[in-house]
Every structure is written in C-alpha cells, then in structure tokens.
C-alpha cells in the first residue's frame, strides 16, 4: 500500500527516545524530564552534558570529576595540530570542525582505549581547541596553548578565542547557550548521526555527519544568517521598512519559525534575557532594539516567532565572538545531544532505512549507444 507522506518527513514518528520531549506539553523542551528553562537558569552545560550522556544529573562529586575530566581532554596531538595548519584562514570554521573530528578519529581511534563516551567527552572538552588552534595559526601563524585552566566549556572557549580569562558573566551567558542548544530530539543533526549510527558506523563518522548537516541555514547556520540581516539595519524604523521589503518578495527570515513549535519556542525568552543583559551591560542597546522591531514585525505580519538562533545571534556578537563562529558553538553544545542519541541507538540498533514513493519512469528496454 502507498501513501502519501508529509514532505520533510514532518510529523512522522521516526523512532523512540527517552532523551528529550518537544512540544509536548504545549511548546515546552525537555531533557531527560527535566525542563530547559530550569537547566539553563540553576545549572551548567557541564551538568546538562552529564545528564544527556550519563542518564542523570551529577552529584556535586560527579560533577566536580567531570569538569576535572573534561579539563584533562583540552590538548591537541601533534598530529592532529599538523593537519589544522594546513587548513587555509579562508576556510569556514564549521568545515573546520568537520573534519578536525574525522582527522582525531585517525589519530586516537574508537576501540577498547577510546570507548563511545570517552570520544564523547574528548570531542566536546577540545572542540574549542581545535577551532581556535586553527584560528590563530591561521590568521598570525600564532601556536597557542589550548590546555586552560578555565572551569568551564564555555570559559575555555571564550579564553581561547580572547587570550584571557572572560569575565564570569561573559562565561555564564554562554554556558546557558551550550545548556539551550544541548539537545533536540529527532531533528536533522541528531538523525543523521543515528542513521550513520545505525550501520554500526564508528562514532566519530557520526558525529562528522552530524556536523555536516548542522552547517546549513536551514538548521544551525541560521544563527550567522540571523546576525548578517539584523547588522545589516541601522535603526529599528530601517529594519521595519526593510523587513517589509524582504517579506514581500517571499524571503525566508532566518531565526524564525520552526518545524515542531508552532507558537513559541522555549528557549527563545532565556536567550533574550541574556541578550537584553549583554547589551545593557555593554551599554549599547541597537542590536537589541533592531532585533525586538524584528520580533514584532514578524509576528504582526506572519505570526512566525523567533527560534533560539534570533537573539543568540545579538548575544553572541556582545560577547564579541566573530559570526562565523556562531555555529561552532552549537556544535559543541549539541555534541552532547547527539552522543546521547549515538549511544541510545547503538543500545537497541536497527538499521534505518526508509523506503521512497517511486516518481520515475516505467521499467523499460536497455539502448545500445548508438540508439539513444
Ligand atoms: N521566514 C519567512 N517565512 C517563513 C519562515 C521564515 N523564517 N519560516 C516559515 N515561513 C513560512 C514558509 O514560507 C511557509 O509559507 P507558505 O505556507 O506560504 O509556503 C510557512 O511559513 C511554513 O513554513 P515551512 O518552511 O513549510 O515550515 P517547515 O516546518 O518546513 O520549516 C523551518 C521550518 C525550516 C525552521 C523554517 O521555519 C525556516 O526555514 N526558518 C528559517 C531558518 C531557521 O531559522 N532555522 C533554524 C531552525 S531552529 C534551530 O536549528 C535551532
């Protein structure tokens, strides 16, 4: 029997998971049950990180072990140093995270030394590493020293990416980020590091994929997308006039709406709560005017609301981080999300491998060369 499917797949139950509900409860997220808002505003992503691969919330000992553990896992092999060199200052730093992941997966390999959760780990505590090792180089020929002392992801990041240590706010505002971006059930990332893994795949080709499918605009890219148009407008009453222009000719405006939430998307108020602060406490507010004018026009005009990339595109910029590296973080963040995914399918596998309504031509007779 045929049937018609949804395009996108939308709507579709593709599978079981006990990591993470969207909109179940109107437009709320949760992890593991516990809700985002509350992970975001009394937690770490550290916290969050454990609780999507370990299936629990730390203990204070836990936790304390884990930061220590994640610390220890911020340098680079050589090797792997080597390879981010020869990568051009051209180049995008999502395909450079791309394929840092494959190239360490040549070099420390996943088997009895490197289990799943080791790689896990090891991926998201030297993700910044390898960004900002490349970054440096590439840019001054610079060789920094990626192994901080810093508590956090996110304060290594932003160390790293700075050459100091940020101030506490600065670290918190983007550790609530990696919190809100940490996981999202069954959306584009996460299902095709599943599908990879559900061939019995190695973990690092999983997340390599995944990464591969964050890239585009469509899914994480938007949160650059969302910085290049509101930096592109002066005023709110530019912005106004201009977002008119836009939606009159049909254009998508990244960092609004989205495939589940149909009214709001949760993480949305926490990120511009942060926005709002940074701008307050960098003392310039136009971004953030520019962006709520945004907001509003786009609801007035086509009910469509903000997503989490709309306003961690102006948080971002007031942690003065370049915009091409807005997606970066997300993939660190999300590096939890899908190891848990990863682990979960592996935990129950089978092979996904959906079936296709045929669009093309009847069977039909082979024509030699000469007859086509
Ligand atoms: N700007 C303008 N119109 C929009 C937007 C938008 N951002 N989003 C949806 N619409 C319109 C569509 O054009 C469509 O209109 P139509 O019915 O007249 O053709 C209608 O709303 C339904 O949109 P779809 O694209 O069918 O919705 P879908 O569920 O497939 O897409 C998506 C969801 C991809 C997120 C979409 O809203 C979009 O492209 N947004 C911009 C990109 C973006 O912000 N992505 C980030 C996603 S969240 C994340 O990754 C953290």
Redesign the pocket.
């Given at each position: 029997m045929t049937t018609t499917k949804p395009s996108?797949l939308?709507g579709i139950v593709a599978g079981e998971t006990a990591i993470c509900t969207v909109g179940h409860e109107g437009n709320s997220l949760n992890y593991r049950g516990y809700s985002v808002s509350d992970l975001a505003e009394h937690g770490t992503f550290e916290e969050t990180a454990y609780l999507l691969i370990y299936g629990k919330l730390p203990t204070k000992t836990e936790l304390k072990q884990y930061q220590d553990q994640l610390k220890a896992l911020r340098g680079l092999p050589q090797n792997l140093k080597a390879m981010l060199e020869q990568i051009p200052a051209s180049a995008h730093p999502m395909d450079v995270l791309r394929t840092g992941c494959s190239a360490l997966g040549t070099l420390e390999t996943e088997g009895s030394e490197h289990s799943q959760i080791n790689i896990a780990n090891r991926l998201m505590a030297c993700f910044a590493s390898m960004l900002f090792y490349w970054y440096h180089f590439s840019k001054s020929g610079r060789r920094i020293e990626t192994q901080t002392e810093d508590a956090s992801i996110a304060s290594h990041f932003l160390h790293l990416l700075h050459g100091s240590v940020p101030e506490p706010i600065f670290a918190s505002a983007l550790d609530a980020s990696l919190v809100l971006y940490a996981e999202h059930e069954f959306?584009a990332s996460t299902f095709t590091a599943r599908v990879v893994a559900s061939t019995l795949s190695d973990f690092y080709s999983a997340i390599t994929a995944a990464i591969g499918a964050l890239r585009g605009?469509?899914?994480?890219g938007?949160n650059e997308a969302a910085m290049e148009l509101i930096e592109s407008f002066h005023s709110a009453d530019q912005a106004e006039s201009g977002l008119l222009d836009l939606l009159a000719k049909k254009q998508?405006?990244?960092?609004?709406?989205?495939?589940v939430y149909k009214t709001s998307d949760p993480r949305s108020q926490v990120i511009k709560n942060w926005s709002r602060k940074l701008s307050e406490k960098n003392k310039n507010m136009s971004l953030f005017e520019i962006s709520e004018r945004i907001e509003s026009i786009m609801w007035r005009e086509?009910k469509?609301f903000p997503?989490?990339?709309f306003y961690s595109a102006s948080a971002y910029h007031h942690l003065n981080i370049p915009t091409n590296m807005f997606t970066p973080i997300f993939v660190i963040a999300r590096t939890s999300g899908w190891a848990a995914h990863i682990i979960e399918q592996r935990a129950n596998n089978k092979l996904i491998r959906p079936g296709a309504d045929y669009t093309g031509p009847a069977p039909r007779d082979w024509l030699p060369l000469d007859k086509r």
């Open positions: 996108g939308a959306n605009p469509l899914h994480g938007a998508l405006i990244m960092g609004f709406g989205h495939r086509k469509l997503n989490l990339d």
